[in-house]
């Protein structure tokens, strides 16, 4: 790929982000109480990386949005990421803002009684037993290099991390992606969202412009209103 091609690619995502990944802190999104206003609201001082709005985004009414039947989906937060231990714990997941964040925001959604769907959606990086084409067996061996874990290793790895799983209630939908960056595909996310109604879908977790942009992407293809939560 080219430079150029690279630029625009890198210009195409960041566009994406700004759009489909609505930036809400989850500070504002407790009780989603949130309006046209507040969708870009940063505190001073905060550091926040929060990309603002692009001007066609900031005419959406966030609060109507938010108001319509809903599920809330939690991507990678498993504790091969936030584990010092994890496959990917390099990462250093723990010292960032999303796991607080995203208990905030799951506490507002349980309050909320529009959200009808919870998921808790793991990407397992050990792959060797999953369906694979040429360029996944090369991708997911990449991944592992060098990592002796053991079986019971591996399964702890892909655990939701104790402070989510702790959130987590009768009926809500855990599973693992079998498709790259979508939840959309073999799984049984899509006639979940079909059988409640579901409108919008606020996303939180790891890695934004990965895992979460690509179910970000596959929501809105399939109709839906997908809003990122932006620390979270």
């Known amino acids: 790929m080219s430079e150029q091609s690279h630029q625009a690619a890198d210009l195409s995502r960041r566009r994406f982000l700004k759009s489909t990944a609505a930036g809400l802190a989850a500070a504002s999104a407790v009780g989603f109480g949130v309006g046209k206003s507040s969708a870009t609201d940063v505190s001073p001082g905060s550091g926040s990386r929060i990309p603002e709005l692009a001007p066609q985004w900031k005419k959406l009414d966030l609060g109507e949005i938010l108001s319509r039947p809903a599920a809330f989906v939690s991507i990678s937060q498993n504790k091969s990421l936030y584990e010092t231990w994890g496959a990917q714990g390099s990462e250093k997941h ?12 799951v ?12 998921s808790w959606i793991g990407y397992e990086v050990f792959r060797e037993n999953y369906p694979q084409s040429t ?42 992606e079998l498709a790259l960056q979508s939840s959309f595909i073999g799984t049984q996310l899509p006639l979940e969202l079909s059988r409640k109604r579901i409108e919008v879908i606020v996303l939180t977790g790891i890695h934004l412009d990965w895992c979460v942009e690509g179910n970000a992407r596959a929501a809105r293809d399939n109709g839906y209103l997908p809003i990122v939560i932006g620390d979270a």
């Open 135 to 176: 360029f996944d067996k090369v991708q997911y061996e990449t991944w592992v290099e060098g990592l002796n874990f053991s079986p019971e290793k591996k399964k702890a790895d892909n655990e939701l991390v104790d402070e989510l799983k702790a959130l987590v209630e009768p009926g809500d939908l855990q599973f693992n």
């Open 94 to 105: 723990r010292e960032r803002t999303s796991l607080p964040a995203t208990i905030k925001v």
């Open 107 to 118: 506490t507002a959604a349980r309050a909320a009684k529009n959200f009808r769907s919870f």
